[in-house]
């Protein structure tokens, strides 16, 4: 069972801004360790989208965005597009382990 | 171009043990630590090992500890999990992953998966 709690889904109409938050405790998130995104396109590996908190690798669209506030963080993506549909999981550390969040599931209308 | 190849993955009875590599590509390896994260069919990803480029650190999920061994072989470009005394719920695809320092220890760089299915 996950320490960091994601929305089992979320949904929106093309072109709409959805987000998604990842909620964690004072042990995870609010220790102040940073905050990292993934998305998973179905069939594939993980890839990197937001890593410390808010800062996009290249190539990643400026459509999606990251933000880190006490013990939770947002992913939101704005414009969405049919491409976006896919799993999406945040990432931090606990008691310096790695920690993945529950995921949550994007789906284009 | 960057890249990690697992391997190894397969079909094993309860109790049983298997050994995946992680082959590493167009990077300096020994400059990075790296993690294995496995995901069970339909569920989450779930972070499993951790190891340091010197292998000087190691951590385990406490669901494995004990019974999983992460090591490293700098010279090859290789990443290691062992697991011993498999359950049926080990069964997942397992990813390698590559820790990145410069993006604030993110996992930059992934493998397409090996799958591990644990049954009788």
């Known amino acids: 069972q996950s320490v960091l709690t994601q929305p089992p889904s979320v949904s929106g109409a093309p072109g709409q801004r959805v987000t998604i938050s990842c909620t964690g405790s004072s042990s995870n998130i609010g220790a102040g360790y940073d905050v990292h995104w993934y998305q998973q396109l179905p069939g594939t590996a993980p890839k990197l989208l937001i890593y410390g908190n808010s800062n996009r690798p290249s190539g990643v669209p400026d459509r999606f965005s990251g933000s880190k506030s006490g013990t939770s963080a947002s992913l939101a993506i704005s414009g969405l597009q049919a491409e976006d549909e896919a799993d999406y999981y945040c990432q931090s550390y606990d008691s310096s382990l790695s920690v993945f969040g529950t995921g949550t599931k994007v789906t284009v209308l | 171009e960057v890249q990690l190849v697992e391997s190894g993955g397969g079909l094993v009875q309860p109790g049983g043990s298997l050994r995946l590599s992680c082959a590493a590509s167009g990077f300096t390896f020994s400059s990075y630590s790296m993690n294995w994260v496995r995901q069970a069919p339909g569920k989450g990803l779930e972070w499993v090992s951790y190891?340091?480029?010197?292998?000087?650190?190691?951590y385990y999920a406490d669901s494995v500890k004990g019974r999983f061994t992460i090591s490293r072989d700098n010279a090859k470009n290789s990443l290691y999990l062992q697991m011993n005394s498999l359950r049926d719920e080990d069964t997942a695809v397992y990813y390698c992953?590559?820790?990145?320092?410069?993006?604030?220890?993110?996992?930059?760089?992934w493998g397409q998966g090996t799958m591990v299915t644990v049954s009788s």
């Open positions: 190891i340091s480029s010197s292998s000087s650190t190691i």
């Open positions: 992953a590559r820790e990145d320092t410069a993006r604030d220890d993110a996992f930059d760089i």
